[in-house]
Structures are given as structure tokens and as C-alpha cells.
């Protein structure tokens, strides 16, 4: 139950971007579309749990005073590796999000789940604690991207959905971004209260019960 409680944690009770709020700034400028919003975020996912790992088994022998900069090193391999694949293979993908990925090795969430968590626990719970964050970043990413790009630019992965005079272009300017990620926000804080909510009362009743 431990396990599994550390694995969903990320996907809505502690998701770096509806609750913990950390790595906005690449996340509201990607996701002007569902592609760059998925490539985003498995990439970012990919950074974050192999750099979890890695750090997690070797945490026992990295001194305390210089494992900010051997934090970054790993960071920046892998996110070099990603950048990588992603130029060989995707490299449209690559266009779109430009800057966005070789700044993975300073996103906030990585560094604050691999300070926080990775370096003082066992590699598998690194590894569900990484995937479970990875996981709440791209359906974020995807869900703000979805909503963004179908109301702004009337596409869903480049196809024509809805007529281009009926699009909101506002939806696919900064501004928008900001719009549609409060909205998020108030839905995962509603769903969040609810689920309390159940959970106290189901205490409560198995209290008086006893």
C-alpha cells in the first residue's frame, strides 16, 4: 500500500504542476499543442526517472557537500540523451520545442524530487516516485494541450477539427495558457476535497462502528 500510495501521489494529490506548482514556465509555453505537450512530457518523464534512479543507487557514496553539482551532471546526461534521440528521430518535434528541452536539466521538479526524495530512499521507491510525477506532468501537459489547441488553433495533431472562424485565437496566446491551467487547477483542488472528503467519512464510520 506504501508503494502505491508513493506511485499516485504525483498523478493528482502531489502533482508538480496543479499542486506542487514547480516547472511552469516550459510547461504553459509547450503546450500550445497535443504533440508538443506529450513530447514534453516523455521526455521530461524519461529525464526524471533515470535520474532518480541513478542517483537513488549511488546516493550512499555522494558526499553531501557536492551533490548539488553531481545532482546537475546526471541531470544533464540524460537530458542530453533525450535531446539526442528526439533530433535523430523527431526532429519536427524538436523545432517546436526548441530551448524547452535542453532546459530539463534546470526544470525545478526534477532537481526538487531528486534533493527531496531520490537521494534518502531506495531505488524502488525512486523509480515509483519518479513515474508517478512523470505520469501527473503528462496528462497535465496533454490535458492543457488538448483544450489549447482545439479551442486556439481548431486542430487536434494537425487535423482540422473545428472551422478556423470558430476558434478563440486568445486560447493559444499566453494568456490562455494561464486561463486554462487555473481551470485545471480548480478541478484537481475540487476532485482532491471530494476524495478527503469520502476518506474522512469512511474514518468516521468505522470509528463509531467500533
Do not use: H
Not at 58 to 69: E, G, N, T, V
Not at 168 to 178: C, V
Amino acid at each position: 500500500m506504501k508503494n502505491i500510495k508513493i506511485f499516485t501521489n504525483g498523478i493528482l494529490k502531489e502533482n508538480p504542476l496543479l499542486v506542487l506548482m514547480i516547472g511552469l514556465c516550459s510547461s504553459l509555453a509547450v503546450t500550445t499543442s497535443f504533440s508538443n505537450g506529450l513530447g514534453m512530457g516523455c521526455a521530461m518523464t524519461f529525464v526524471l526517472v533515470m535520474s532518480e534512479v541513478i542517483i537513488s543507487l549511488f546516493r550512499k557514496l555522494i558526499p553531501d557537500s557536492i551533490r548539488i553539482p553531481i545532482f546537475i551532471i546526471i541531470i544533464a546526461a540524460f537530458t542530453t540523451i533525450v535531446d539526442l534521440l528526439i533530433k535523430a528521430y523527431l526532429p519536427e518535434l524538436s523545432k517546436s520545442l526548441g530551448v524547452f528541452i535542453p532546459l530539463i536539466v534546470v526544470n525545478c521538479i526534477i532537481m526538487g524530487r531528486v534533493e527531496s526524495f531520490a537521494s534518502k530512499q531506495s531505488v524502488g521507491k525512486s523509480f515509483l516516485d519518479a513515474l508517478g510525477m512523470g505520469l501527473g506532468y503528462i496528462w497535465v501537459l496533454c490535458g492543457i494541450s488538448i483544450v489549447r489547441e482545439l479551442l486556439g488553433n481548431g486542430t487536434f495533431f494537425g487535423l482540422r477539427v473545428i472551422p478556423e472562424e470558430s476558434t478563440i485565437k486568445f486560447f493559444s496566446n499566453a494568456p490562455g495558457g494561464f486561463f486554462v491551467f487555473a481551470i485545471f487547477i480548480s478541478i484537481a483542488a475540487g476532485i482532491t476535497a471530494c476524495m478527503d472528503k469520502s476518506k474522512a467519512k469512511k474514518v468516521a464510520k468505522a470509528e463509531g462502528e467500533n
